[in-house]
């Protein structure tokens, strides 16, 4: 990743290159095929930097608000992420004092068989909240997890108080484990 920016400069000192090679040549062709390039490539820039997984920012901002409105009235937040390593940019965008929790997944470093944590979620989301919340004492304020998950948890949430919160789109093209949006369940 560091070297990104050096290797923009040798692609911009092609394109240039390209750019004045093809006005001195003439080549309709290659200059067609650019901008059908550059035609091509815009809108599909635009939807993944705009729409394309917005719904783990959305969910930092909303997050974000909800944990001002705690300090305010002095109550606690404590924010579980039952989602994939790394789904959403976390403290970086949040900016306040509250707990978080993320379904780790460290390398494996040499151990053979290794689940991690997220593995372990979501092979029995059901059997790693028993296990993470004995005797359902220390339960975050609000669950934050993809759409596709709600079935399998609904069964932990709607016992211990939970109610839907807030509901944020994500994503027309879902894989694996994330889902189309992102849900918020906070504890009532």
Request: net charge negative; charged share 15%.
């Amino acid at each position: 990743l560091p070297v990104v920016p050096f290797i923009m400069i040798y692609c911009g000192s092609g394109l240039f290159g390209l750019g004045q090679g093809l006005k001195r040549s003439g080549q309709k062709w290659l200059i067609a095929l650019m901008v059908l390039v550059t035609l091509i490539s815009t809108p599909i820039a635009m939807y993944t930097g705009i729409y394309h997984q917005k719904g783990s920012i959305s969910v930092m901002e909303y997050l974000h608000e909800e944990a001002g409105l705690s300090e305010r009235d002095g109550s606690r937040m404590d924010v579980l992420f039952a989602m994939p390593c790394h789904s959403t940019p976390f403290y970086s965008h949040l900016h306040k004092n509250i707990s978080m929790k993320i379904l780790e997944c460290p390398p494996p470093l040499g151990q053979e068989n290794y689940l991690d944590e997220t593995k372990l979620f979501y092979e029995d989301p059901m059997a790693w909240f028993s296990g993470a919340y004995i005797h359902n004492k220390n339960l975050p304020t609000h669950i934050v997890t993809f759409n596709n998950i709600i079935k399998e948890i609904e069964a932990f949430l709607t016992p211990n108080g939970y109610t839907f919160c807030a509901e944020f789109f994500n994503t027309h093209f879902p894989f694996d484990r994330v889902g189309t949006k992102v849900l918020v369940h906070c504890l009532k």
